[in-house]
């Protein structure tokens, strides 16, 4: 009777642990019929990039945050913005369709330097880049070591100092020895698919969330197993790269916009964009009032009309 309670006790985990992994399989497959590559591949610095573009005229970067892909803006300014400008928006290494080398460390200076080498390939010239969350470290990191490529900055809602708050535990999930892996593989998506939408919503308050963020977005393909582990790296290194960077951002000598909200309860507009606006020499901050995190869901023609700003501002030289 003991062996049979031992044996139960080690085989049910190992029976739930695979079957956890196939649905996982099973899951990754759907996101990616639902999402599949759909751009063009460059590579660069060894990594294999997708990037869609679409437009003509003024070259224009989309940069997606945590979380995320460029589908983020496929779903909601990319169509607009091509009216005017040649838009190419990229998906960050690790990310969407994009390699990563998950034995090198890739902070956001170091991303840039990776989307800078692919956009040389495209031949982009002179951009004015657009970063969005996450993707704001990117963008000021761009326009910090590319200043005289960069025609201007905007951020949305961008991640650009170091907060006080501590790195929510379950970004260090993947690096936990063995049980880490394990976890990752099997249990993350699933887990993640069923309590997203309580997360989702508060990134999103007090706007509503958009239907099109569920119905359009990229949330499944962020949540599996190598995604995961490449936006928990992301999350852990943009702190201590943040304390390393930001006392240089009185050398962005472009115009750069800012376009935060004062009820954005993922990144602090008082910690974040109030604080770039006064070191950034031709920085300019608009606030939205009553808004959430999530502008190019929730706010797409404010996140436009930043765009139109900045392509002015570096066009006219004010």
Do not use: C
């Amino acid at each position: 009777m003991l062996i049979k309670a031992l044996a139960i006790i080690i085989i049910l985990p190992l029976v739930v642990l695979a079957g956890l992994f196939f649905l996982t399989r099973h899951l990754i497959t759907t996101a990616e019929e639902k999402l599949p590559p759909s751009g063009r591949f460059v590579t660069a610095e060894g990594l294999r990039l997708h990037y869609i573009e679409k437009g003509s005229g003024r070259d224009l970067v989309l940069i997606h945050g945590a979380n995320g892909t460029l589908e983020d803006f496929r779903a909601t300014i990319f169509d607009e913005l091509a009216k005017k400008y040649r838009v190419i928006a990229i998906d960050r290494p690790g990310h969407g369709y994009s390699q990563r080398d998950e034995n090198i460390p890739l902070d956001p200076g170091r991303q840039a330097e990776i989307i800078h080498a692919a956009l040389q390939k495209i031949g982009v010239k002179r951009p004015v880049i657009a970063g969005f969350s996450w993707g704001g470290a990117v963008a000021v990191s761009y326009g910090l070591k590319w200043g005289d490529e960069t025609a201007a900055l905007v951020s949305i809602a961008g991640a650009t100092y170091p907060w006080p708050i501590p790195v929510d535990a379950k970004w260090y999930l993947p690096v936990w020895p063995l049980i880490g892996q394990l976890l990752t593989e099997t249990l993350v998506m699933p887990a993640g698919l069923i309590l997203a939408r309580p997360a989702v919503a508060e990134s999103f308050a007090p706007d509503p969330v958009s239907p099109r963020y569920f119905a359009d977005g990229p949330l499944a393909l962020a949540l599996r197993p190598a995604s995961f582990r490449a936006n928990a790296e992301d999350v852990r290194l943009l702190k201590p790269y943040l304390r390393r960077i930001s006392p240089r951002y009185g050398e962005l000598k472009m115009p750069v916009e800012i376009l935060h909200s004062d009820g954005d309860r993922v990144v602090s507009l008082d910690i974040h964009s109030r604080p770039l606006a006064r070191t950034a020499p031709a920085a300019r901050l608009h606030v939205l009032k009553n808004a959430g995190h999530l502008l190019p869901y929730s706010h797409p023609d404010e996140v436009i009309a930043a765009i139109d700003r900045a392509m002015t501002r570096s066009a006219t030289g004010r």
